[in-house]
């Protein structure tokens, strides 16, 4: 009787396995949509402390508005406690203040920037990214993802100014295993992990000894278990049309 493989197990999502939510600070978005008031007035707030949120790379700032409203969002590098910042359509072009992408003139630098107005924030919110204004075309806007990939969204969704705080983290090591083991606690990943083939037998289809097994590939839809080794190809044959391959 083998053992159940490491993906079989996180497939059945047990407590193992489960983000462990209840540890965050809260869901960091923008305050409600209201397109009246972002383009009516400007709102001034006032950065209330810099907080760290347990499995994210960067930090976030809890920000309260002069009409008692509080947001917590991804906080751009420059941050300070005690800073104001302003929200709407006629706010200074300055680090941390949020506007609509339509006002942000080109070629600036953003970060937290909505797909759709209203919802929240989507692009670029992982520490040190962020999204250039390229172009604005009527009621769109062009933008660079952090991937170089251009994107157009709608020129209503809002965006912060600057760079997301915490950049060139991941250019630091571990250094210990101790510090990998609490970054996988908190973002419930496991480690440490073992090769399929460095197992016995009994516990992995790769396991067991001394001859090479050379696993054929598995299909896209085998079940976890049976998904290991060679996983199937995206896609087969010469590609043709996109220039010689290198």
């Given at each position: 009787?083998?053992?159940?493989?490491?993906?079989?197990?996180?497939?059945?999502?047990?407590?193992?396995?489960?983000s462990p939510s209840w540890k965050r600070v809260g869901p960091a978005k923008y305050r409600p949509y209201n397109y009246e008031e972002i383009y009516s007035k400007t709102i001034a707030g006032t950065v209330v402390e810099l907080l760290h949120d347990p499995g994210r790379g960067?930090?976030?700032a809890r920000v309260k508005f002069e009409d008692g409203v509080e947001m917590l969002?991804?906080?751009?590098?420059g941050l300070a406690v005690g800073q104001r910042i302003?929200?709407?359509?006629?706010a200074p072009i300055s680090v941390g203040n949020v506007l609509p992408l339509g006002r942000?003139?080109?070629?600036?630098?953003?970060?937290?920037?909505?797909v759709r107005p209203g919802d929240g924030g989507k692009l670029?919110?992982?520490?040190?990214?962020?999204?250039?204004v390229l172009a604005h075309r009527g009621d769109k806007t062009l933008i660079q993802l952090?991937?170089?990939?251009v994107k157009e969204v709608s020129s209503h969704a809002r965006a912060t100014i600057g760079i997301v705080a915490g950049g060139g983290r991941v250019e630091k090591p571990m250094l210990k295993a101790g510090k990998k083991y609490h970054l996988s606690r908190s973002r419930s990943f496991k480690y440490p992990t073992v090769r399929g083939k460095a197992m016995g037998a009994y516990a992995h289809p790769a396991g067991g000894g001394h001859h090479p097994k050379g696993l054929t590939p598995a299909a896209r839809t085998a079940p976890p278990g049976q998904k290991v080794g060679h996983i199937a190809p995206r896609r087969t044959g010469r590609k043709r049309g996109g220039g010689q391959q290198a």
């Amino acid at each position: 009787m083998g053992k159940r493989l490491l993906v079989q197990r996180r497939g059945r999502g047990g407590s193992v396995f489960r983000s462990p939510s209840w540890k965050r600070v809260g869901p960091a978005k923008y305050r409600p949509y209201n397109y009246e008031e972002i383009y009516s007035k400007t709102i001034a707030g006032t950065v209330v402390e810099l907080l760290h949120d347990p499995g994210r790379g960067c930090p976030l700032a809890r920000v309260k508005f002069e009409d008692g409203v509080e947001m917590l969002m991804v906080a751009p590098e420059g941050l300070a406690v005690g800073q104001r910042i302003y929200y709407g359509a006629n706010a200074p072009i300055s680090v941390g203040n949020v506007l609509p992408l339509g006002r942000i003139p080109e070629g600036t630098m953003v970060c937290n920037v909505e797909v759709r107005p209203g919802d929240g924030g989507k692009l670029a919110r992982a520490s040190g990214t962020y999204v250039t204004v390229l172009a604005h075309r009527g009621d769109k806007t062009l933008i660079q993802l952090p991937s170089k990939k251009v994107k157009e969204v709608s020129s209503h969704a809002r965006a912060t100014i600057g760079i997301v705080a915490g950049g060139g983290r991941v250019e630091k090591p571990m250094l210990k295993a101790g510090k990998k083991y609490h970054l996988s606690r908190s973002r419930s990943f496991k480690y440490p992990t073992v090769r399929g083939k460095a197992m016995g037998a009994y516990a992995h289809p790769a396991g067991g000894g001394h001859h090479p097994k050379g696993l054929t590939p598995a299909a896209r839809t085998a079940p976890p278990g049976q998904k290991v080794g060679h996983i199937a190809p995206r896609r087969t044959g010469r590609k043709r049309g996109g220039g010689q391959q290198a």
